[in-house]
């Protein structure tokens, strides 16, 4: 079974880049042409024409794909107060504090996530 580290795709009508962020997060373009599905689980297309261009990364294992592309929601800021909406950002860009907070807090229990930050905490202990 494949796992993607980002599902993603771009419309050719408008431009759009779209991307499914988790399982049964289905988004569309705003033309409405192309819509994609699945998160990280699966990749599901659905569009009108066929004009479209894959931007999906599946994993190969690497550590360093992993932290360019692997995306994790943030629903809290650093005082605990709800975010209006979820923010998507990639591992390599979270804040070491939100990492150490996100797996002393046990918010992690998927295994390429919980590796993945893991290795990304010794990463920067050593760069």
């Known amino acids: 079974m494949k796992t993607y580290l980002l599902n993603q795709a771009k419309c050719n009508e408008c431009g759009d880049i779209i991307t499914s ?16 599905d699945g998160g990280s689980s699966y990749l599901k297309r659905s569009f009108l024409s066929g004009n479209y261009t ?9 550590f360093q794909t992993r932290r360019k592309y692997l995306r994790w929601g ?41 590796e993945t930050f893991k290795e990304e905490l010794e990463w920067r202990l050593k760069n």
């Open 21 to 36: 962020e988790h399982r049964h997060d289905f988004v569309t373009c705003s033309c409405h042409e192309l819509s994609v």
């Open 54 to 62: 894959e931007l999906s990364i599946e994993d190969d294992g690497k």
């Open 74 to 114: 943030k629903n809290f800021d650093e005082n605990m107060n709800k975010l209006p909406e979820t923010i998507w950002d990639t591992i390599e860009n979270l804040n070491t504090g939100h990492i150490e907070a996100i797996l002393d807090g046990g918010f992690c229990n998927i295994g390429i996530y919980l």
